[in-house]
């Protein structure tokens, strides 16, 4: 996560698994506007860009180098760190906006596997992209099919500056399984949030915010919603709020390997 004001004082502690830095930093901009996409203050805009639920706070682990690619190894290193510190920082949910093909060592596959589905049977509600590698089947991201949350990205309508909408790339499951993946979408294409590179040359603001695309885009704005959830309900477990997540979705009449249970609908989300 990189130093945008919009995130100031939201991240609680920040480990680096790929240049293993003490100081936080993002020489990508993934990062950065994912987290802001999840808890931005919109600082910068008056509050017009914030993100879905201001008030969470961060713990950043960073597994993906200055080209937006990671390793089995940083995963595990990284999920395995949340396993040691979330009681210290209270940790609910863990968003993962990294999409990851078929591993060609199984072995490492089933090991993230398990180590996420440990990660979940502790209580944390884990929020997992469904992966760009659609639109064919069975294209989920290799750690989207276990009991995590799987969120691909569907835009509707909308008709914004990108030729391509999620339909052409959001990940899809099997048509026909017995278990719906991904679990849900929410909007992917051409997401504002916070910008890694909004400083000019001469300290000023410029360009603070900026539109990207992708099934890592959807994934934090369930994850805010999944927070807002938790703050208004704390008894939840993360069972119950997979399944409020399912439930509460808008119908999209659309095949369950692309649409899984629906739209995220927040207003439906939050009713008691």
């Avoid at 069975?138 to 995590?148: A, D, E, Q, Y």
């Avoid at 909004?198 to 695309?213: L, M, T």
Wanted: with cysteine; hydrophobic share 35%.
């Amino acid at each position: 996560m990189g130093n945008h004001p919009d995130l100031s004082d939201r991240a609680l502690c920040f480990r680096d698994f790929v240049g293993h830095r003490n100081l936080m930093y993002d020489n990508n901009g993934h990062g950065t506007h994912v987290c802001g996409i999840l808890c931005g203050s919109g600082h910068l805009s008056a509050g017009r860009y914030r993100g879905m639920a201001p008030g969470a706070r961060l713990v950043v682990g960073k597994v993906l180098d200055e080209k937006g690619e990671g390793s089995t190894e940083t995963m595990l290193e990284g999920i395995e760190w949340v396993l040691e510190i979330k009681r210290r920082y209270g940790v609910r949910i863990l968003n993962i906006s990294v999409g990851i093909g078929t591993l060609k060592e199984a072995g490492k596959e089933q090991l993230l596997q398990k180590k996420i589905d440990e990660l979940w049977r502790s209580g944390v509600l884990v929020v997992c992209a469904a992966g760009n590698k659609g639109p064919g089947d069975g294209t989920i991201s290799s750690v989207g099919g276990s009991s995590v949350v799987t969120v691909g990205c569907y835009d509707g309508a909308y008709a914004g500056r990108s030729k391509i909408k999620c339909q052409a790339y959001s990940g899809r499951g099997m048509p026909g399984s017995l278990v719906r993946k991904p679990d849900l979408v929410a909007p992917g294409t051409d997401i504002i949030s916070c910008n890694l590179n909004y400083k000019n040359f001469y300290g000023g603001n410029r360009n603070p915010y900026i539109a990207k695309s992708g099934t890592s885009m959807a994934t934090p704005v369930v994850s805010g919603a999944a927070a807002i959830l938790f703050q208004q309900f704390p008894g939840l477990t993360n069972e119950k709020g997979k399944q409020r997540l399912q439930v509460t979705a808008t119908e999209l009449g659309l095949p369950w390997n692309q649409q899984g249970w629906g739209m995220l609908h927040v207003g439906h989300l939050l009713d008691g």
